[in-house]
């Protein structure tokens, strides 16, 4: 069977998130599949709700065996494993990983929609895309993420840290 191409995003903004970030990518890779393209970490400030710390986020290329369905059930396994309270939405967090593409795949589902529904508004995405993917094309935008990044109407700062001891 071949294998699928997955990008998902990696973020926290509690506890040790460099840890947080590197044993989520580690269970990934045992659990998901193999992770074949790592962003640098990049540091972020919140969006959605300013008055809390800012994130690391990380963006991945993992190839899977498995459905989407199936790849979620995982994530979200891995997010609880990390100490991921699910309360309000946009509130701070350990751990969050979102699902930004499977494929070239769209999907419309209670609990998942592909590709991920706000990427393109989101600099906190965009750009560690861009520095793993940036041709790779949105399938309902039909524009590449250097093209949505470059369109995007995002102010939010994404700084890349210097030490990426971490990341690798």
Known sequence: MSKHKTHLLLGGNLG??????????????LRIGTVV?????YETQPWGKPDQPDFLNQALEVAT??????????ILNIEKELGRQREDKWNARTIDID???YDAKILNLKDLTLPHPHLHERNFALVPMLEIAANKQ????????EELYEASEDDLDVVMLEDETEAN
């Open 138 to 145: 949105h399938p309902i935008f039909k524009k590449t993420i």
């Open 99 to 101: 699902i930004l593409f």
């Open 37 to 41: 393209k790592a962003s640098s970490l």
């Open 16 to 29: 040790d998130r460099h840890a947080n970030l590197a044993s989520a990518k580690r269970l990934i890779g």
């Open 65 to 74: 065996d498995l459905k989407p369905e199936e790849v979620l059930k995982a």
